[in-house]
């Protein structure tokens, strides 16, 4: 049988165990006496390849080498297709604790801004009005993850805001501006390029200001409120602007956050 070394006995248990093989060649005669092995091999489930090319076809035309570079992404790409082909399973059960994972982070990285904005000063002395960063981390869950995800996210995080900050009475206003500005950029999510997606965070912003003005004009009784509106959307529009270009920055970043979500 086979049981040479460590690698073969390796090999030999996850072949057993219907588990991916991994195969990099480096092979003087893979063109040659060797080739119908490597196809036979190539046909069987459960094995992979990395990525090879002959390394010198006029010096040794029979000689393939593996591209060792790529190693790890043949490595994650078997594992995948393995999953999702022979245990379908295993890779519905993987893909939702890794977005379980990534919606926990992006709620702690959106909770995190949002602790720290709150120890910036205002910017023009009227309730409410605020640069807004955390939501950067919405406007991108909305593009990047999904509605659902983004929402999930959002409302976690007003929450958690409320109870870290020790101020339950805002949690209100800031449910009613978070609802209608993600409904809004929800709304977008179709609609806008990639090239345009800071135009969700501008008009999420304004939709998150008419959404807390109805709702303290909802709690006060007292219509008159309306009257900084105007100012609060002017502020919304510049804020949402700069939350929207790096939201948009991030989405079209797509290697980045994959390589942060891993």
Not at 58 to 84: L, T
Not at 126 to 149: D, Q, R, S, W, Y
Not at 166 to 182: E, R
Request: proline letters at 4%; charged letters at 15%; one cysteine or more.
């Amino acid at each position: 049988g086979i049981a040479d070394t460590s690698v073969t006995l390796a090999v030999k248990s996850h072949v057993r165990n219907e588990r991916p093989v991994l195969v990099a060649i480096s092979s003087n005669d893979a063109l040659g006496r060797n080739a119908a092995n490597i196809g036979a091999l190539m046909a069987i489930k459960n094995f992979f390849f990395v990525p090879f090319t002959q390394d010198d076809f006029s010096g040794k035309p029979a000689s393939i080498v593996a591209d060792f570079e790529r190693i790890k992404d043949a490595a994650e790409a078997a594992n995948e297709v393995y999953r999702a082909v022979f245990h379908p399973e295993e890779e519905a059960e993987a893909v939702k604790a890794r977005k379980l994972t990534q919606m926990a982070m992006l709620t702690a990285i959106a909770l995190t801004i949002f602790m720290i904005e709150a120890q910036i000063p205002p910017l023009v002395p009227i309730p409410g009005i605020k640069l807004g960063l955390a939501n950067i981390v919405t406007v991108f869950a909305v593009f990047a993850m999904g509605p659902k995800e983004a929402a999930s996210i959002l409302f976690v995080r007003i929450f958690l805001g409320a109870v870290f900050a020790g101020n339950f009475s805002s949690i209100l206003y800031s449910a009613a501006g978070g609802a209608l500005a993600i409904l809004t950029t929800i709304g977008l999510r179709k609609i806008l390029k990639k090239h345009q997606l800071w135009v969700a965070g501008c008009l999420g912003a304004v939709a998150h200001s008419i959404g807390q003005m109805a709702m303290a004009i909802l709690l006060t009784s007292t219509v008159g409120l309306i009257a900084y509106l105007p100012v609060m959307i002017v502020i919304s529009i510049i804020t949402g602007c700069f939350t929207g270009l790096c939201a948009q920055f991030l989405v079209n970043r797509g290697s980045l956050w994959k390589t942060i979500s891993k």
